[in-house]
């Protein structure tokens, strides 16, 4: 059997944010996870006070009275005020413990101040048995509220350990804000990110990444969504809030999940410039979800919605003398992030969806022309109760269409031409959310994990997205990242302890296909037909025009081995190597773990190309990429 490339025939333009990422804080993706901070309730905001920390000391030495101070600071309402007689002291015991590496440094700060008599802070970081394992003096707070640090190095490398604070001394203190983070950041940034979490997402080279949701931009009321303008500015000012996530599920989740708002819009700004990827956040619209309270602003409220929108735009692009621009540079971002599109609600539909819609888009437009829309559809595809929003936003010509699709393998092969006959007129595609989902994740089923046989799946459905990439512009898997001990949702992309992370073979096949992007795609045919799935083979290919590269995907999702005749029309191939990237399996359950994290991971291999033709074997279920110069 032979497949043919057509070299020479390029046809659609594969926009740079083909692939991307959807970031959502759920999974403990950013409490608990990417954002470093290991301190669970720093600031004693969460619902009881003291969730997260325990009195280490006898009570007679001391003790701790939660004062709520809302009238002055609204935003950051609570603080401990801390009398001791002797030695009094806090535990913390982080997000399912605290990670430490022998050897590192960290950095605890605390604000603290109206002191009476003489108190020393100290800290002791702690292994799991409860020794410890680093140890620092803070230093003697006075009367006036300053931030007070000190590093310490762990002398072991542990998982689950946890943080004393103690003050010691005779008298009082009022503290708040106690923060410990590693020093080794990504980037070095104090109060940074996990730098492991954020080299994953940087060796993806994704196009654009999608934050911060997803459900929690929705909120289950409106009250609690996702209010951008409480992200930013300095985090001792941030409001807190219950996560979405924290009650769904509840086994994994007991009651302990906020959104800090430590990674908030400024840092989802500065991961995606690190990354080299478009930001695309996405607001809310003006609706909670639809599949909770579903409330819906009232429609003089909307325009408060819209301007936070415009307001984004300007802390996003605009120049340093305006007061959003200001805010950007005082965080230490003078320059514009360059923000080109937002998206307008997550996964609402019905005709309350469109009316918002089309007051967001009639403002954004008026005003700035140059940021394309992303418009929301329901969460499943082609499901008859969101014909309607489909219609409408057709109609309206919007701008890209945020498509989600959470569903079985088959699906995932049987659409890999979804788009094929897809009008061309009509919105472009954001494949926002998608990932095979095997089986019900609630009942903890090994197939619900993130099996080689999802993913082989996920790589036939994306070779018909490239395909059609002139109407397919951006994709991302979801959700993104997922904490070993606290997660509400899988599969998911990553996986990460306290200490480690690891990419599943879904990964890997994002990886392959956002590394291997390319810039124009050029038809690959068997009998002159596309191949989107007969005799289980699935392909499209690209060219690298720059690069004068070949970048052919092959999936074959048949348990047989297949051998094939690959042949290059209108190409002169080059005496430079030829390689094959391949992912295989030979068990479709096959899974990556913290333990054994690159059981699924791709292999390079040399390809030998005679005469512009090559000839192959694919091995049964295998992603196959052969990057070809020409
Ligand atoms: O990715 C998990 C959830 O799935 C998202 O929050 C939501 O948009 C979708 O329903």
Redesign the pocket.
């Known amino acids: 059997q032979t497949l043919t490339v057509k070299v020479n025939t390029p046809q659609h333009t594969v926009q740079p944010t083909m692939w991307g990422i959807?970031f959502?804080d759920?999974n403990f993706s950013a409490d608990g996870g990417i954002y470093a901070e290991l301190v669970k309730n720093r600031s004693f905001e969460f619902a009881q006070p003291l969730q997260g920390w325990k009195v280490i000391r006898d009570a007679n030495a001391g003790k701790v009275l939660i004062v709520n101070r809302a009238p002055e600071n609204a935003a950051n309402p609570r603080y401990a005020h801390i009398t001791t007689t002797g030695s009094f002291g806090l535990f913390n015991e982080g997000f399912r413990g605290m990670g430490f590496k022998k050897g590192e440094t960290y950095n605890f700060s605390i604000l603290a101040g109206n002191t009476t008599g003489d108190i020393t802070i100290k800290v002791v970081l702690l292994n799991d048995k409860g020794t410890a394992i680093g140890s620092a003096t803070v230093g003697t707070p006075g009367k006036d509220w300053k931030s007070y640090t000190a590093s310490i190095t762990a002398s072991e490398t542990v998982a689950k350990g946890g943080l004393q604070v103690f003050f010691e001394g005779k008298g009082s203190v009022d503290a708040d804000m106690l923060s410990l983070f590693p020093a080794n950041t990504w980037k070095q940034r104090p109060g940074g990110l996990r730098s492991d979490l954020v080299q994953l997402l940087a060796d993806l080279h994704p196009g654009f990444v999608r934050f911060p949701?997803?459900?929690?931009?929705?909120g289950k009321d409106l009250v609690n969504r996702y209010q951008w303008k409480k992200t930013v500015g300095p985090v001792e000012d941030r409001t807190l809030i219950v996560n979405?996530?924290n009650t769904e599920f509840p086994y994994r989740a007991p009651g302990d999940y906020y959104q800090s708002y430590g990674l908030g819009f400024y840092e989802y700004f500065q991961l995606a410039e690190d990354i080299g990827a478009e930001p695309l956040p996405i607001l809310n619209c003006g609706m909670a979800c639809q599949?909770n309270t579903g409330e819906v602003a009232a429609d003089e409220d909307v325009n408060n919605y819209i301007q936070d929108a415009l307001d984004l735009i300007e802390f996003a692009n605009a120049g340093t003398d305006t007061k959003w621009g200001k805010l950007r540079a005082d965080m230490g971002h003078p320059r514009p992030f360059n923000l080109k599109m937002i998206g307008v609600g997550?996964?609402q539909w019905d005709s309350q969806y469109i009316v918002r819609y089309k007051m967001w888009e009639t403002a954004l437009k008026t005003k700035h022309p140059e940021i394309k829309l992303v418009s929301s559809v329901g969460?499943s595809p082609d499901d008859e109760r969101f014909r309607y929003g489909w219609s409408q936003l057709k109609d309206s010509k919007a701008d890209l269409v945020d498509e989600?699709y959470?569903m079985a393998p088959d699906w995932f092969l049987q659409n890999a031409s979804r788009y094929d006959n897809y009008d061309r007129k009509a919105p472009h595609i954001f494949a926002?959310?998608y990932?095979a989902h095997i089986k019900d994740k609630e009942k903890d089923q090994p197939e619900s994990r993130n099996t080689w046989g999802s993913a082989l799946a996920e790589a036939a459905f994306m070779t018909g997205l490239e395909r059609n990439a002139d109407v397919v512009n951006m994709a991302s898997y979801?959700?993104l990242l997922a904490h070993v001990d606290a997660w509400q949702?899988r599969p998911d992309l990553i996986w990460f302890d306290n200490l480690r992370s690891v990419g599943t073979p879904n990964y890997y096949v994002q990886k392959l296909f956002a590394n291997y992007k390319g810039t124009n795609t050029v038809p690959v045919l068997e009998k002159g037909k596309a191949l989107t799935g007969q005799d289980s083979i699935y392909a499209s290919a690209t060219i690298d025009a720059a690069k004068h590269q070949l970048l052919l995907k092959v999936v074959n999702v048949s348990t047989a081995v297949r051998p094939y005749k690959i042949q290059l029309e209108g190409a002169t191939t080059t005496k430079e190597a030829a390689v094959q990237q391949l992912l295989t399996a030979a068990d479709k359950l096959a899974i990556n773990t913290l333990d054994e994290p690159s059981l699924v991971a791709p292999r390079q291999q040399k390809l030998t190309v005679t005469k512009n033709s090559a000839s192959v074997t694919l091995q049964p279920s295998s992603v196959n990429v052969f990057v070809i110069p020409y």
Do not use: K, M
Not at 213 to 218: D, H, L, P, R, S
């Open positions: 959807f959502e759920i949701g997803g459900c929690i931009v929705e979405r996530w599949f997550n996964e969460p989600h959470y926002g959310e990932a979801a959700p949702w």
